[in-house]
């Protein structure tokens, strides 16, 4: 079974700039999840998608980040435009619900915002 | 910020050691999961526990779900090369969102 797709896996940018990740889930799973890890932390989720639908964004800076799932499948997490805090790896992870089910972590995209 | 207290923040140990890592939080959880993570890589699950006082082995590693839903530890017996990375607990609080909060993450180290 193949698992979370992400890429790119790096990126380097200069703040003010935009970028944008793409995150493939494994097959049939119904939830998506986009976290930011900082350097030294645990990760800490941006977004939860259930389908093509927000379950919870509480963490999602809306000023400059923005997160969608058109058709329920892939997603794309955009920052514009990034700021030098926003260098992280950003992990996509996916589940077959939002239950207590196992999430499975795609390896992320380090963005390093210059 | 972060709700769950991880402890120790690093290990340096010899081969073939047990090792010993804790989290605890002022919320109760209503699940702990333990992720390693390598470098480059997504974190992956290594053990789940669902209720409280749960004792579950997956292979040389034991975790248990403590009984006041607060806390939560992973052992790992005879350490191998393998075993480096960094470890993460995570919670699901019963109030709130079902989202998974992260520890700060457990960086072992092993001396051949």
């Known amino acids: 079974e193949a698992g979370v797709a992400q890429s790119p896996r790096y990126k380097i940018i200069e703040k003010r700039q935009s970028v944008a990740f793409w995150c493939n889930p494994i097959s049939g799973h119904a939830t998506l999840y986009w976290y930011q890890q900082i350097l030294g932390q645990g990760p800490k989720l941006l977004i939860q998608?259930?389908?093509?639908?927000?379950?919870?964004d509480s963490q999602l800076p809306k000023d400059r980040f923005s997160a969608e799932r058109l058709k329920g499948v892939d997603s794309t997490l955009k920052i514009q435009p990034a700021k030098l805090e926003d260098s992280a790896v950003y992990l996509c992870?996916?589940?077959?619900?939002?239950?207590?089910?196992?999430?499975?972590f795609g390896p992320g995209t380090r963005l390093t915002v210059l | 910020g972060q709700q769950l207290n991880q402890s120790p923040q690093s290990m340096f140990i010899q081969e073939g050691e047990d090792v010993s890592m804790n989290c605890t939080s002022s919320?109760?959880?209503?699940?702990w999961l333990w992720y390693k993570q390598d470098p480059g890589e997504g974190p992956v699950l290594l053990i789940a526990?669902?209720?409280?006082?749960e004792l579950t082995s997956n292979g040389r590693l034991t975790a248990q779900f403590g009984i006041t839903r607060k806390d939560s530890f992973l052992n790992i017996s005879a350490s191998i090369p393998s075993d480096v990375g960094i470890y993460f607990c995570?919670?699901?609080?019963?109030?709130?969102?079902?989202?998974?909060?992260f520890g700060q993450g457990t960086r072992l180290t092993i001396n051949p």
């Open positions: 526990l669902y209720k409280a006082g």
């Open positions: 992870a996916s589940s077959l619900d939002t239950g207590p089910g196992e999430q499975f």
């Open positions: 919320s109760i959880f209503n699940t």
């Open positions: 998608f259930q389908n093509n639908g927000v379950v919870d």
């Open positions: 995570a919670g699901r609080r019963i109030q709130g969102a079902q989202k998974l909060v």
